[in-house]
């Protein structure tokens, strides 16, 4: 295996972010932010897959009440991960929201 695949196997990973469709207070996200999502992800990372048709449907346990959010999936696979990158990126994409969830997965491709 040349040197750059090995490094390209040993640092790749799976990036997804949970972009929620509502703001906080509740307004609905403005189509823009997907799109300037999608733009940076290509820059960033060369692709991405997005999950828009069929929102996922988030819930969890907030301290007594199960809450419910319906949520955009982005994945990417991003080959210079870096988590001070990322964690900048969420702050700017969390401005607006309660939360955004960031996974970051490392993988191999087959």
């Known amino acids: 295996m040349r040197g750059s ?8 990973h799976l990036i997804q972010i949970l972009l929620p469709l509502e703001r906080r207070g509740g307004e609905a996200q403005p189509r823009e932010r997907y ?4 733009d940076e992800l290509v820059e960033r990372c060369g692709g991405v897959t997005i999950y828009a048709r069929a929102p996922a449907e988030g819930l969890w346990d907030d301290g ?4 419910e ?4 999936v982005f994945e990417a696979m991003d080959a210079r991960f870096s ?3 990322w964690a900048a990126y969420k702050r700017r994409l969390a401005e607006e929201q309660e939360e955004v969830l ?3 997965i ?4 087959i």
Request: no cysteine; net charge positive.
């Open 35 to 38: 799109g300037a999502t999608r």
């Open 5 to 12: 695949q090995a490094l390209r196997l040993m640092g790749e």
């Open 106 to 109: 490392p993988v191999s491709r």
């Open 102 to 104: 960031v996974r970051a």
């Open 83 to 85: 988590v001070a990158w």
């Open 64 to 67: 007594g009440s199960v809450v």
């Open 69 to 72: 959010d319906l949520v955009v």
